[in-house]
Every structure is written in structure tokens, then in C-alpha cells.
């Protein structure tokens, strides 16, 4: 399984995700994360999942529907990366996705099923890597990253979006 990501193996702002992950085999830490996300998922009402804490900010459902998109592009950016595409990857704009991807008429369970099927999509494809595709490297939004460094990145990132909702929407 992939070691931890070095840096210079991706660009500086994503330290805050990867810097989140806890030490051992980034695929089971992936795995473990179902449990966390779908556990909170069941425990709130849609009011509570529609509520924002501040009036410029994501909604529970826009987070969830945010971390579904985000880990879309990521993983994809994976396997381009892994096997061995060097075409140069776009970057894209988070708030532009959530803005008019309408999260907020999802129910729970429709947001649950997305990042279900995304995140087993995830596990599936770094299941079937082969050690060498890991240290693969290409450019996504202009700058150099990893294979290992996106597995990484899609961990650390949904680690960074639970932490918020706990610390400003579940006080």
C-alpha cells in the first residue's frame, strides 16, 4: 500500500488534508470514513442537515454533496495519473459545483447513496494499483501531484469537512 506522500509530491496547499490523515494504509483509512460519514448522515433531520451556520456558508447537505464532487475529481485525477496519462488536468471551481448541483432538494438518503457509490468507486480503484502506479506523477490544476498524494488528499479532505461540521453545525 502507498506510504505517506512526500513533499514536493503535491502542491503546498493541499499539507492541510494530508497533514489530517492518521499514519497506517491510506485504503483502510478511506474505509473507515464510510462509517464516520454515514454514521452522522443518519443521525440528523433534513432541517439539520439543511441548516447553515452562517448565511455565505454550505449547508450539512452542500458539505456531503461538496465532499461527493470533490472526491469525483480527484479520483478521476487518480487514475489518470496512475496509469500513466500526462495530460495536464483543469482545475475547477468548488463553489461553482455546489452552487448549481441544488443539494439542498437532495434527501439525506440520496446524499448518502452518492457518497457511498463515490467512495467504493475510490476503494475499488486504489484496490486494483499496482505499487509502481502509486509513485506515478502528472499535473492537475497546474501543478505536480501523485498518485499516492490524490489518495491521500480525498482522505485528509473529508477529514477537514467532518471536522468543521462537528466544530460549527453540532456544537
Known sequence: ???????????????????LVSEGNVIERLKEQILVSVNLLDTLTETQANHKYAPDKWSIKQVFGHLADTERIMSYRLLRIARGDATPLAGYDDEAYVKSAS???????????????????????CNGMEESAWLREGIANSSRVTARAL??????????????IQERYLK
Open 1 to 19: 500500500m502507498p506510504e505517506r506522500p512526500l513533499i514536493g509530491e503535491y502542491d503546498i496547499y493541499y499539507e492541510k488534508y494530508i497533514g
Open 103 to 125: 443539494f439542498a432538494t437532495h434527501s439525506i438518503q440520496q446524499l448518502q447513496a452518492d457518497y457511498l457509490a463515490v467512495r467504493h468507486a475510490t476503494i475499488s480503484l
Open 151 to 164: 489518495a491521500y488528499i480525498i482522505a485528509g479532505h473529508e477529514i477537514h469537512h467532518l471536522n468543521i
